[in-house]
Nanobody
Framework: QVQLVETGGGLVQAGGSLRLSCYAS????????MGWYRQAPGKQRELVAA???????DYAESVKGRFTISRDNAKNTVYLQMNSLKPDDTAVYYC??????????????WGKGTLVTVSS
């Protein structure tokens, strides 16, 4: 069974930095896209950043220049380096992976989320 586990959330002051990590475990043949989404209170979940297995990246306009997504394919891990954090970045951050599991079934998997709180 595939699981995604996020770590690295917490409380930080505006202007500070945090690094999120997400590790995919279980029976996995291959992972295509891995990404980070976030959901703030009262808002819909939105894409923050994503990266494919070949290194193509995509960012939300609101985080361009401040956040960097990276990936270690050998470790099935994706990272999100968040710099110059703003109170508007406060949200639960979810990891997502599109992958082929050990039974050759494709699927999209989600982590349980990690809370990032940015104080002003």
């Amino acid at each position: 069974q595939v699981q995604l586990v996020e770590t690295g959330g917490g409380l930080v002051q505006a202007g500070g930095s945090l690094r999120l990590s997400c590790y995919a475990s279980g029976s996995i043949l291959s992972i295509n896209t891995m990404g980070w989404y976030r959901q703030a209170p009262g808002k819909q979940r939105e894409l923050v950043a994503a990266t494919t297995s070949t290194g193509t990246t995509d960012y939300a306009e609101s985080v361009k220049g401040r956040f960097t997504i990276s990936r270690d394919n050998a470790k099935n891990t994706v990272y999100l380096q968040m710099n110059s954090l703003k109170p508007d970045d406060t949200a639960v951050y979810y990891c997502n992976a599109d992958l082929i599991d050990g039974s050759y079934y494709p699927g999209a998997y989600w982590g349980k989320g990690t809370l990032v709180t940015v104080s002003s």
